[in-house]
């Protein structure tokens, strides 16, 4: 993977509730650390934006997709177990 | 106009009944008294390929098409395009529903491989995704096709069981009357015992395999604060949809005629009072092989086309030309009938469709053609595709159907060799008003038939036997010879005739 490969992310949240400022706070913080300038994050309320969610298939909230670099992938959860997070982003290999 | 009003009654305030909704398939809403409880979810439940979807889409449909009341499909299991297809091939146009607003459809997909847990989370996404499906429509209905697939995508089934719970309740306080869909478990209704969670009202749905035709069934398991069918009802899926038997709330309520029709053979008329068989009434006439069943079953349509009425005729042995060269036999021209429109064949072995289908085409036509009479010929052979009981059940359906409709129905009936005489194959003499016998009575060696009426409620009918030629005229009746302590037929009686007219000349 090349190092300076841009990674898209769209966080989907369900107004402002505690758990979604949770989410928010979270995946800002690993991604600051560790994507730090190559990241674009977008933050969609569905509450707002109901048809977005059934576009993007969203059932769970809060719900993370990481859109490029593919495979696409989905969390859910306030995103609070970095290390499931970062294995999944491929930013750390998988120890089992 | 004042004091007339304060004269009625005043209604005793009663008690608040289970509201419902009408669901709008065929039989559906006359085993569940009414339909659906109106707000509440149902379940129903079954095997795989049962007609859970079926049955769902069609509740939403008829909603919208006949009651005005749209929908949303939330389907977990089928995309927008498979139901289009899906549906389309029982009539119901979806895509044109969702774009009059009468329908929304959301396909919610899961994929557990793609999913990872990370921390705590809730299904409000679906939530709001159902919400919104909702408004876009102004829903009163909602179906949830099928909800367990969930178990197979959301990792965590405590939270899965709490938002379901919490799900249910939400559609409640909405008011929506929900259909939820759910997969038989092995010894339980539904797979993850999602009735815990709908417990108002069950209806289970089941294929059977019985003597090599497949026989669907429908049977509501509970339905709290109302009463309803408990036997277990088959059902039929085909280009119109869902229908399920009973196709008519059956009472024994019809109004009843006391206008009478002629028989088509004159001397018969004569035993029944000069005036034949009660308008609306059942007829049957049993039989051995070749007694002459199908003889009479000409004479009474052609009798019913000649008065100009129509006249339906279910041949489920012979063709439609076969019967009309026979009735040119014994000098009946029913083709000429069957020009003008007036007669009318069915024919088909029931076998090759089931016993429900079979009368379920048998109905959809008696809908269509409405004739004044409806001959079975035979029905005994309904007895080689279904048990006794069962047909028994179906033909008595059938048969007060045809009452509830005013029509007169004729039926035929094989006596075996062997059986005792006063015996039917189906076990439906009991309900037939008036009933015919023919049989053969072999003397000097010589076989000769001879008919006469077993009973026929309602009338003073004649208790004699009558010898029974078939000729080319047509059926005649003749007295037998009773005289001295012996009864005479076929040429024994014409040789006694002879020496009696000898007697009296000498």
Known sequence: MAIDEKYVLKLYVTGMTP??????MNIRQILDEHLQGRYELEIIDIFQQP?????????????????????????????????????????????? | MAKRKANRPVATPSLAKLKKVLTGIEGLD?????????GRPTLVCGNAGCGKTLLA??????????????????????????????????????????????LAIDHVYLERSEIEETGEYDLEGL????????QSVGAKRIVLDTIEALFGG????????????????????????????AEQGDGTLTRHGLEEYVADCVIMLDHQVSEQTSTRRVRIVKYRGSTHGTIQYPF?????????????????????????????????????????????????????????????????????????????YIASEESADQVVRNGKSIGLNLSKWRTRGLLEFKNARPT?????????????????????????????????????????????????????????????????????????????????????????????????RVMYILKSRGMAHSNQMREFLITSKGVDLLDIYVGSGRVLTGAARAAQEMKEKQIDIG
């Open chain 1, 19 to 24: 758990r979604s400022a949770r989410a928010v």
């Open chain 1, 51 to 96: 048809q977005l969610a059934q576009g993007e298939q969203i059932i769970a909230a809060p719900t993370l997709i990481k859109k490029l670099p593919l495979p696409i992938r989905k969390f859910i959860g306030d995103m609070s177990e970095t290390e499931r997070i970062l294995v999944g982003l491929d930013l750390r290999p998988k120890t089992d």
């Open chain 2, 30 to 38: 006359e085993i569940t008294d009414g339909g659906f409880p109106a």
């Open chain 2, 57 to 102: 889409v069609e509740f939403l449909v008829r909603g919208a098409q006949q009651y005005g009341e749209a929908g949303v499909l939330v389907s977990f299991e089928e995309n927008e395009e498979e139901l289009y297809e899906n549906m389309a091939s029982l009539g119901f146009d979806l895509r044109r529903l969702e774009i009059q607003k009468k």
């Open chain 2, 127 to 134: 939530f709001i995704r159902i919400n919104h499906a909702v």
């Open chain 2, 154 to 181: 959301i990792p965590n089934e405590n939270i899965l069981r709490s938002e379901l719970r919490r799900l249910f309740r939400w559609l409640k306080d909405q008011g929506l009357t929900a259909v939820i869909t």
């Open chain 2, 236 to 312: 039929l899926i085909d280009e119109n949809g869902m229908s399920v038997l009973p196709l008519t709330s059956i009472g024994l309520n019809h109004k009843v005629s006391t206008a009478r029709i002629s028989t088509g053979i004159a001397r018969l008329d004569a035993m029944m009072e000069g005036k034949g068989y009660f308008k609306g009434s059942s007829i049957l006439a049993s039989g051995t092989a070749g007694t002459g069943k199908t003889s009479m079953a000409m004479h009474l349509a052609d009798a019913a086309c000649s008065r100009g009425e129509r006249c339906l």
């Open chain 2, 352 to 448: 090759l469709t089931g016993l429900e289908k079979h009368l379920v085409t048998i109905h959809k036509q008696v809908n269509q053609f409405d004739p004044k009479v409806v001959i079975f010929d035979p029905i005994s052979n309904m007895s080689a595709i279904g048990e006794g009981a069962e047909v028994q059940s179906m033909l008595m359906r059938m048969l007060d159907f045809f009452k509830s409709r005013g029509i007169t129905s004729f039926c035929t009936s094989l006596t075996h060799g062997g059986d005792a005489l006063e015996k039917t194959e189906v076990g439906i003499s009991s309900i037939m008003d008036t009933w015919l016998l023919l049989r053969d009575i072999e003397y000097s060696g010589e076989r000769t």
